[in-house]
């Protein structure tokens, strides 16, 4: 079973910045789609981006749009997802996931373990 690791959490004042990273355990493991979500203590969890790797095209929900990027790499022996998060503010702390889909038009059938984030004010 592929395995999706993120890392680059941590601890970070308002007004921060942090890059999250997520792997795929096998570098064959191929994907059409990949995003981070988030989940807040007592909140469920919500889409934050997106990439679909076979046009480009990136989504962002209206919270992080113009802070975050995402971006990665899903070429033949690599697949890596990054999610680059500037001017970060407190109501973005939360455990962040990376998921992936690997049926085209489907739904994110993979699942990371989280990397949790805390912004101080």
């Known amino acids: 079973q592929v395995q999706l690791v993120e890392s680059g959490g941590g601890l970070v004042q308002a007004g921060g910045s942090l890059r999250l990273s997520c792997a795929a355990s096998?570098?064959?493991?191929?994907?059409?789609?990949m995003g981070w979500f988030r989940q807040a203590p007592g909140k469920e969890r919500e889409f934050v981006a997106s990439?679909?790797?076979?046009?480009?095209?990136?989504?962002?929900a209206d919270s992080v749009k113009g802070r975050f990027t995402i971006s990665g790499d899903n070429t033949k022996n690599t697949n890596t997802l990054y999610i680059q998060m500037n001017n970060l503010e407190p109501e973005d702390t939360a455990v962040y996931y990376c998921?992936?889909?690997?049926?085209?038009?489907?739904?994110?059938?993979?699942w990371g373990q989280g990397t949790q984030v805390t912004v101080s004010s």
């Open positions: 998921a992936a889909a690997t049926i085209i038009n489907g739904g994110y059938n993979y």
């Open positions: 990439i679909r790797w076979i046009t480009g095209k990136t989504t962002y």
């Open positions: 096998e570098r064959t493991f191929r994907t059409y789609t």
